[in-house]
């Protein structure tokens, strides 16, 4: 959709009537073009207001209409105006909900400019920073904030996204020329002077934006249909499998990558040495490699506290600054950092599968039933804990909206396993540098093992927190979580109960490609007099990635509950082939 | 696309008013006026990406500079030079982290700000490493008394006086 070239289109994006010259502009393009003329034709002044559509039609239409002078236009063309433009990727940031799925803007550079100093554009909701969580939720998502667009140089980008929340970013150059930014540039103005778009965090959000813009400066590239959600990763996957669009791709590490770097290159004595060196000053001569070390703990600690160091931490960075200072500029070859996957490698999003298994369940009153079943399971997004993590984070998981059904012949039964509405998992490991908690929501409507019947339903909402470890450098994470839990439902004994649990999990990324999860949680059930009780869950998963289209799974599940006299046990393991797109 | 918007929102608000904490405030920027106070914006928030209010305005600082109104020009010790000032204001962390080692991508940056032709940034590098203590009076330093030092130290060096001359 082009908003402001309304040709061919039925409805435009834009949110207010200001933008349109006709009284049915926003929905008639025919209307909207032939007013467009007549007011430029009228009021030559327009142009200044509406240049790139001025541009569009007196090109197109041939209508040699004179041009004018328009000197906050040229002003702003002149300031803005470059001769390439790259689309930039802040990855994914795991504490926070908007920032989960990765941000997109655009840089515009000019030959010979140093590139911390080119501009930077951006689209993002217009809220408050002090809006309430909730009510940012609620309006982001249905559309209560309109979008605008900020310039500030790309210093200040990467500074909020590098440095102070330690995402990488990824800079990747398009062929747009010197002329297509300035027609972009030119509508990007018309937009902020007259234009209104409502922001809606599923689809017409930051990234999305974006692409319509490209669209308007090459309306060749089709680049901006999606059919349910914008997924930022989604639509720089879009602009790389547009032939010709992407000329080369850059890698800026965090802050984080950066100083991972330049402890990786120490060895385990000099890495003590370091630590000392935190802690308390040193008369030793020691190489600029184990300062450079140490100031990279503190910068990050710094940014990680809002650029505040206090007391002690204060003196010791200032201390070490100095020092460093004595010893020259480092001759030795710098840390090399690893450049990692790249947020386009990821698998796609849609997911459906189809699998086949067994289960077995027995209740304490001596029911019992066993079969084989067939399921299909449909999600729309994102990625979970057992997805191969190329171009996301690891060891996250983030669901949307998933269906699991179950057929199954030997107990005549067809029901929903699962619905889930959302599912976050958060598995940040924590470290000496970071001390990240990791984090667990989900809400879904479940069919409860523990209660001896198949398809059986409750309304089920989980949340809590706890610790991951990395291990077998960062190929594993060993972790626990206490979480809270509540199901209702005619199922359920008192239509409501109440599940507090705990977790330990280990989950490892194998060798490539084959990624192995085993689980175990007690369950405790309580306020229910009746069945006041535990159970233990037991999970083994197993994942083989053979694309990132296609993947064959092997789960298990086993419960069972305590007192083990009449307990109730279940036990189930399925096979499936799951593709995404 | 609202009514599809509508009911996934629906869906997650539930998840969301579970998971929600408090966000931090934005604390003020001490920069007497001058320069975007960015670095001290929402990290622990759940708004992070989403919006950025006060490095968000389509015009912002650095755009005014020309005509003066910035209220960063009245810092400038040479004619032209508030992007030096900006520069070093918003970037005051990177840079004393670079000055110490001699070099960087910030400090070549910072020196093309203040005028400096690209063949000049290696010597730019090494001399502010040299002058580290004069420049960084590291109990109270900010970023515009790190341009105003940096500045008073070329006009006393054989390297740099005469050189880097921002334009307008």
Known sequence: MKPSFPLGHLKSEVDNPQFFFAQDGAKNPANELQASVQAFKKEPKLQCTFPARFQFLNQKLTLKLPTVPCIELDEFLRRLSGDAMSLVFSSAYPNSPPSMFGHTFLRIHRNGREVLLDESINYAAQASPDENTILFTVFGLMGGYYGGFGISPYYMKVNEYAYAESRDLWEYDLSLTKSEIETFLKHVWELNQKGQFKYFFFDENCSYRILTLLEVARPDWVLSEFSIHVIPAETVKKVLNTPGAITDIHYRPSLFSQM???????????????WNLIQTPSSEALPPRILDAALSYFQYKKLQNKNVLVGKDQERFADLLMARSKLG?????????EIPDRPDQGHPP??????????????????????GFQE????FAYHDLLNEDRGYIPFSQIDFPTLNLRYSDALNSLWIERLSLFSVTALSPWTSFARSLSWKVDVAYISPKD?????CHAAMIEGGAGVAGSLFSNQARAYGLVLAHVEAGSSIENTVRFLPQVQVGFLAQVVSHYKVQATLTRTQDVFQNARRKFFYTAEFNQSWAIRPEWEIRLMSRALRSKPSQKADAYLEASLSLNHYY | MKNKNTILGSLILGAVIIFAYTQSSQAADSSSGCGLGWEVSQKQSLLSSAIRSTTNAFLPNTFSMTSGTSGCQKHSIVKNDEEAVIFAVNNQHSLMMEMAEGKGEFLNSFAQTLGCDASLYSDFG?????????????????GIELYRQVRTQMESSPTFKGQCIPRA
């Open chain 1, 451 to 455: 209660y001896g019947c198949v398809d």
């Open chain 1, 260 to 274: 991972e770097a330049k402890w990786a290159i120490l060895n385990p004595e000099e890495e003590t040495q370091t």
């Open chain 1, 329 to 337: 500029v480092a001759t030795e070859s710098a840390a090399v950092i």
């Open chain 1, 350 to 371: 849609y997911k459906w599968s189809l699998g086949v298994g067994a289960l077995n369940s027995r209740s304490k009153n001596g029911e019992g039933h066993s079969g």
């Open chain 2, 126 to 142: 090494k001399f502010t490493q040299s002058h580290y203590s004069d420049i960084i009076n590291t109990s109270s330093s900010d």
């Open chain 1, 376 to 379: 299909f399971q449909f999600k």
